[in-house]
């Protein structure tokens, strides 16, 4: 087969169902001629999972909770006896309490403070530590995150401290792996309707905000993520790392809006 990513193979960590961003990403690069494996957290979504890369093929498929580095070291052995060498990663995680999404971030727990950053920044570079050992000849990792790293947006709490962390931590993995051609970066996308995102508080608004707020006036699809992630995977991406893409229709370029004003 032909394509972008023809002879490569990539692990699509993240995925929930047809909506998760993981599987907009997983799309893309199968339609490239990547070779993929995934894997999802729980016994209740295999059941979602399974079909769904069914029509991909026989891909290698775990389940592995990432604060688990048991189920991540197994997984990564797996890979290495099936594939011996990996090209990419898509990391697709992320976690907090919903109960501390709608309210103060001020009234964070002690306890949902360390899951959040455990989950959704520290399993990246333990992804990283991981892959690295298979990508004997260069690669590309890629993390999600979100705009609520740079500015406060509402609900976002913790999450924001979380990807706060997890996009400094793309600056020094970038750093680390550079020398042994392995390129890491994020992909700040906009708000999607998503399972993880419906844990936030008021998250129809913030879609209705930055549709009417982006420069481009619209949210961004799954497919749009998938399509720039499949610039940063492969060789479109080879000069890049270190970087944060924002795939989010312009928001983040938006200090205020030109609206017809009335004189002020
Ligand atoms: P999703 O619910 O489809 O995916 C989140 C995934 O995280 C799920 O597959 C879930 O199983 C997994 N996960 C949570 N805890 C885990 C654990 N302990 N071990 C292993 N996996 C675990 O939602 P999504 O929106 O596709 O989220 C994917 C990524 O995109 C997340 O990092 C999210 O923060 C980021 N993101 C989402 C949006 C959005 O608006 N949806 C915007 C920007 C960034």
Known sequence: TGGLLA?????????????????????????????????????????????????????????????????????????????????????????SDKNELRDRYVETSRDNFLKSLDISCYSFTAVCQRAEKLMTEGGSLV?????????????????????????ASVKYLAEDLGKQAIRVNAISAGPIKTLAASGIGDFRYIMKWNELNSPLRRNVTQEEVGKSALYLVSDLGSGVTGECLHVDAGYHVVGMKAVDAPDI
């Open 143 to 167: 993390t999600l995150t979100y705009y609520g790293a740079e500015k406060v947006m509402p609900h976002y709490n913790v999450m924001g401290v979380a990807k706060a962390a997890l996009e």
């Open 7 to 95: 002879g490569k193979r990539g692990l699509i960590m993240g995925l929930a169902n047809d909506k998760s961003i993981a599987w907009g990403i997983a799309r893309a690069c199968a339609e490239q001629g990547a070779e993929l494996a995934f894997s999802y957290q729980g016994e209740a979504f295999r059941k979602r999972v399974e079909p769904l890369i069914a029509p991909l093929g026989d891909c290698p498929l775990f389940d592995v909770d990432v604060t688990d580095m048991a189920s991540m070291d197994a997984m990564f052995a797996e890979l290495g006896r099936v594939w011996g060498r990996l090209d990419f990663v898509v990391h697709a995680i992320a976690y």
